[in-house]
């Protein structure tokens, strides 16, 4: 069984002023996690869809879902953990109890603020999830990474033609990963923030799906005035 | 639901937009996977059309001619996953006399509204049609272009008088190679004789009784009706044979597209007492006959495979505009895009 994992656990500390998580703003009336699901809702091949979100959150969460696509069995909101893995843990668990977990189960991880994923990556994150066991999203770097161990002076410039960066969805067979996560130590956990990550450190493959540039994460007031002009309302018929 | 559109924003160029569906307004959501590219497309792409046109049209995502999976359908009326051909004329009313690719209210994807280049096409349940599960999704691409010769063929067949023993087909590109083998299905005793400039071309209309490159007709050869599937520069002078060696009382089907007016010998239309009509574009009948003459005579497909000429796969804008460029330079046949943006 394949789920989508929609986190959703941040509370916009790098939005400015406003007072809502970032993830339930609008462009033009809609919340972006509206938009996000969405996308998930309409890929079948995702038997469930679980929405991790914080607790005060939760029944907001369920009366958007409620008020936008109406009452569905397919979308669960839960609540999230302290951390984002421990929030992707929460999401495995949910799944264990409920479907049991085996070889066989996906989950495909993604944030709630990233609402233009298509298809097609969400596509690829499941069948390399599949094939790899981990799949990543990202895209090329276009500007040169640099690398500074102080904050001060440049301590290496890596090779731009290497270098990517990480979008979401991240994918991942889900007992593997639980398995990966729990023989972490607790310090591990504190440091490894990054679910790819922690299976990148373990010596496990990760593939490379590839994203787009306009795969946004919605993190910044301009990155939400971005998304407002590339969102057109109505479709040209 | 965001869904990303291709729209072309200027010539040889193409840009991504985005557009929010309802999900709840009627329409199915498919997926589409094989489109095919066609000559009006090519117009837009290349800016052959008249700047005016181009400035009024564009932006705006092409293609009319593809096939896709259900991918989300609230009307359930299709099984998710179900293969369908999408029907890109959009009628906004009904006429009891006039088809709806003829109402001058209908939209036309990649025309007067956006096309099939998006991630998603929402369409209204009737502008879809299911597919048999096995097709080759290759040659149901560009079913479009065969529904528009199957009405041609049906127009033809009501209009024309009932003497049939010989239909001329002018042209040897891919509209000719359709309309000569619906011709030839549909008129099975009729001869059928297919007229062009490039011998090769000929070499591949096997189904047809007779072939002749239009420079060496033979002396005393006549028909009772013709079809011309030319259109361009070369419209005035296929018209002008078909005038000529056509009999009296026949029926002229024109279903090539000319970007300029053209001049026709009226007064042998008139000695002869010719009929000429005009042909363009389908309707929902017309698609749901070519479907049924799929299923029923799995053989066309096999003709119609002949015609695949590119096949590309298009997962950015980038392969999008190598897919464009490579139909410019092919000889024959249709390009092919396996979308998987």
Known sequence: MVFGVILAGGIGSRMGNVEKPKQYLTIHNKPIIIYTLEKFFTNA???????????????????????????TDRIVVIEGGATRNETIMNSISYIEEHYGLDDDTIIVTHDSVRPFVTHRIIDENIRFAQ?????????????????????????????????????????????????????LTNEEKEILTDAAKIFVLKGQKVHLVEGETFNIKITYPYDLQVAHSLLEVNGKC | MLNTVYRLVAP????????????????????????????ADQRYYQGTRDAAVLAEKLPMALIHEGVGEVAYDPTNTFAVGTKVVMIPNRPVETDPIIPENYLRSSKFGGSSCDGFLQEYVALKPDRLIELPHDINMNVAAFTELVSVSMHAVSRFARIAHARRETIGVWGDGNLSYITSLLLKKTFPNTKICVFGIVREKLADFTFADETYLTNEIPEGFTMDHAFECVGGNGSPIAIGQIIDYIKPEGTISILGVSEYPVQINTRMI????LRMFGSSRSGYDDFLRTVTLYRENPEV???????????????????????????????????????EE
Not at chain 1, 141 to 163: C, L, N, Q, Y
């Open chain 2, 12 to 39: 040889r160029r193409f840009e991504i937009a985005f557009t929010d569906v309802n999900l709840f307004g009627g329409e199915v959501l498919v997926r589409p996977t094989h489109l095919s590219i066609c000559n």
């Open chain 1, 45 to 71: 091949q995702l038997e469930k869809i679980i929405v991790l979100c914080p607790n005060a959150w939760i029944a907001h969460t369920k009366n958007l879902v409620r008020r936008y696509l109406g009452e």
């Open chain 1, 131 to 183: 094939e790899y066991d981990a799949c990543d999203t990202v895209i090329s770097a276009t500007d040169t990474i640099v690398e500074s161990v102080d904050g001060k002076i440049i301590s290496d410039i890596p090779d731009r033609r290497k270098m990517y960066q990480g979008q979401t969805p991240q994918s991942f067979k889900a007992l593997k990963l639980k398995e990966i996560y729990q023989a």
């Open chain 2, 301 to 339: 497909l096999d003709y119609l495979s002949n015609l695949i000429g590119v096949q590309m796969t298009v997962r950015t804008v980038k392969d999008l505009t190598e897919a464009f460029e490579a139909d410019t330079r092919k000889m024959f046949g249709k390009t092919i895009m396996k979308w």
């Open chain 2, 270 to 273: 008139l000695e002869k007492g």
